[in-house]
Structures are given as C-alpha cells and as structure tokens.
C-alpha cells in the first residue's frame, strides 16, 4: 500500500521577522539564543519555568548543582527516550546553550534547549513509522519540509553520509546535531544576503569566520 506523504511546501525562511504569535515569538527568540544574540542576563525576565521543563530538569540533575552536564543530558535521552546519543552530540549541545560558558546548563539554559529538542524530536518521530530510531532519505525529506526546511536529494543524502560514507540512514542524535547547524549557518547566510537573492559573495577571512561561529 502506498504510503501517504504530505503536499510539498513551498521554501520558506527559517524565521519570520514578523512573527506574531506566541509560538512564532518563542521560535524567534530560540533562534536568537543559536545566534548569541541572548544574553544571560534576559532570561531573568522570566520568572518561572515550565513546569514540564522543570520536571526533566530535576530527573537528569544528578549532582544537585544547579545544572545539568553533558553526560547527564546524555544518561537523560538513554532512559527518557530509550537511544543512544553521541558524547560528542551531548557536548555539542550543551556548549551551544550554555550561555554563561560555566561547563553546563541552569534550568533557564535548558529550557530554551528543551523547546527546541520537543520541536526536533516530533518531526524526526513522525517520520520513524517503524520507530527504528533512523530516517532515510526520503523520510529526512519529510521531517525538514515538517520544519519549512527545503533541500535536494543530492544535499540530503550529504547530510546523510558526512559522517559516515557507507550510512543510508540518520539517527536522532545526528539529526538534532544537523538541526543546530542548518539554523545556525542559515542564520549568518540571511544575514549576509541583504537583497534576498539567494546568493552571496563572500571574502575568504569571512567565510572562515561565518564556519567559525557555527561550529
């Protein structure tokens, strides 16, 4: 039986400036934490957590300090979802969202990562039918349009082998990794790209620091 997909979207910006609803807001404003563009000290503006958030928060903080460490968040997704991540996915993330560049994340830290991990983990979970904690890639394909994310077959199959040329499949880890980076680099392109051509022209020394902020 023929399974049923959805209709191809049209290509759309990864965020839109003029947002206007609450769940619009909140995806600009995690974006901006990929960008560095959110300090520490904002998130003192919020004066409670997610219950939610705080409930994954206090199971993975082992150490009762006040954050939460790579290996933590790692022991985290081995039990609350049942999957392997990578150390070096773990570390990945937690760098990338520790604002405050103190080694972890505090619960403010780790609720703008939780939002943006629910978002990632339900595309990449509508796609698994078979629940084998892999997308090939036409099941990729779906999961990015999910996400407004447009890509040829030949980029997503890319994406796919970078790290491993013989790989037909990517797992969870590996997508939310490939998540980060593809918001992060579209993010300093648009920023280039003022006429919305779709292209830029870029100096060297420019293009090495656009890689450099990303990684």
């Known amino acids: 039986m023929a399974e049923h997909v959805p209709q191809e979207r049209p290509g759309k910006p990864c965020c839109n400036p003029k947002a206007s609803t609450v769940e619009e807001r909140r995806k600009l404003f995690i974006s901006d934490v990929l960008r560095g563009k959110v300090v520490t000290g904002q998130f003192n503006r919020v004066n409670t957590v997610h219950p939610a958030v705080e409930k994954w928060f206090k199971a993975m903080e082992t150490k009762v300090e006040g954050q939460i460490s790579s290996k933590e968040l790692q022991q985290a997704f081995e039990v609350f979802q049942g999957r392997h991540f990578s150390d070096a996915s773990c570390k990945f993330v937690v760098r990338l969202f520790d604002l405050d560049r103190n080694g972890g994340l505090d619960i403010k830290e780790f609720e703008s990562l939780y939002y943006y991990i629910r978002q990632w983990m339900t595309a ?14 036409t099941q990729l394909d ?3 349009r999910q996400m407004d994310i447009n890509f040829t077959e030949e980029f997503l ?11 037909r499949k990517m797992p969870l880890d590996q997508f939310i990794i490939t998540c980060i980076q593809i918001q992060r680099f579209t993010d300093e392109f648009k920023n280039r790209d003022i006429n919305y051509s779709g292209s830029i022209n870029i100096k060297y020394e420019d293009f090495l620091e656009m890689i450099l902020r990303c990684l």
């Open 124 to 137: 990449f979970n509508t796609y698994d039918r078979d629940k084998s904690g892999f997308l090939d890639e």
């Open 157 to 167: 199959r890319f994406l796919i082998t970078k790290n491993n040329p013989k790989a």
């Open 142 to 144: 779906y999961a990015l």
